[in-house]
């Protein structure tokens, strides 16, 4: 499985960006997706995933109620629409594919096989 990640940029607080994520290599119907993030010096954390089907979404507490993820299987494409962006938000995102897991959408970065390259989102304060 392929991952392209895109749409990352520099962003002034309060603005929107769209992260996208196109994947190949696989059905992509076929494995949940999620979207870690690394800001400078820090870890790498979970900011949000959806299953297979889009039918289960989660998110972590510091972006619940201003991203949302969502899928378009027809077009093998995975969204992350980034609301009241603020600058702690500022990091690599990155989006990653769960291959082997079930029918929901894992919080955590082993569950996932794949990786896409990373799209760097700046927020301006």
């Known amino acids: 499985v392929q991952l392209q990640a895109s749409g990352g940029g520099l962003v002034q607080a309060g603005g929107s960006l769209r992260l996208s994520c196109v994947a190949s290599g696989r059905p992509f119907s076929s494995y949940a997706m999620g979207w870690f993030r690394q800001a400078p010096g820090g870890e790498r954390e979970f900011v949000s995933a959806i299953s297979r089907s889009g039918s289960i979404t989660r998110y972590a507490d510091s972006v619940k109620g201003r991203f949302t993820i969502s899928r378009d299987n027809a077009k093998n494409t995975v969204y992350l629409q980034m609301n009241s962006l603020k600058p702690e938000d500022t990091a690599v995102y990155y989006c990653?594919?769960?291959?082997?897991?079930?029918?929901?959408?894992?919080?955590?970065?082993?569950?996932?096989?794949?990786w896409g390259q990373g799209t760097l989102v700046t927020v301006s304060s």
């Open positions: 990653a594919a769960d291959l082997y897991g079930g029918l929901g959408a894992p919080r955590v970065g082993f569950e996932y096989n794949y």
